[in-house]
C-alpha cells in the first residue's frame, strides 16, 4: 500500500518496472498530460455521478501509484472507499489537491534520462528475429 507521507517514490516505482527508465518515463508523461486535472474531474463527478467519481478514484489511484506517486495514490484510495460506502468525500478533495500539486512539482523535476524520448531509431527487427 503506498505511503500517504511520500510524495514520489520513483525508485519503488522503477524497481516494479523492472528499472525500465524509459517506460517510467512515458507513463509520467502520460501522467502529466492526463492526470494532473483529475481532483477538479472528480468534484465534478462526484456533484453528478458518483459511479464514475469512484471509477475514476480508482483509476487516479492505479495510475499515481504505477508512478510512485504515494500521496495522491492513497488520498485516491480513501475517495474511493469513502464513495464506495456512500460517505461524503468533500472533505478529502483539498488534500487531493495539495498532494496533486506537490506530486506535478516533482514529476517536473525528473531528471531528463527520464523523460527524455525512449522511441528507437529506424526500423527494429520484430522480437522473434531477436530471439537467439
Not at 516533482?106 to 537467439?132: N, T, V
Request: aromatic residues 4%; proline residues 7%; glycine residues 8%.
Amino acid at each position: 500500500m503506498p505511503d500517504p507521507k511520500i510524495i514520489l517514490d520513483a525508485e519503488g516505482a522503477l524497481r516494479r518496472l523492472c528499472a525500465k527508465s524509459d517506460l517510467y518515463g512515458r507513463l509520467v508523461k502520460r501522467f502529466q498530460q492526463n492526470w494532473l486535472d483529475a481532483p477538479d474531474r472528480l468534484q465534478l463527478a462526484i456533484a453528478s455521478d458518483i459511479s464514475a467519481a469512484t471509477l475514476l478514484a480508482h483509476a487516479l489511484r492505479g495510475a499515481a501509484a504505477t508512478i510512485g506517486g504515494d500521496g495522491v495514490a492513497s488520498i485516491a484510495r480513501q475517495i474511493e472507499a469513502g464513495l464506495r460506502a456512500g460517505r461524503d468525500v468533500s472533505a478529502e478533495l483539498p488534500g487531493l489537491r495539495a498532494a496533486m500539486r506537490s506530486l506535478a512539482e516533482m514529476l517536473a523535476g525528473l531528471p531528463a534520462h527520464f523523460m527524455a524520448a525512449s522511441e528507437p531509431d529506424g526500423p527494429q527487427d520484430p522480437p522473434s528475429a531477436r530471439i537467439r
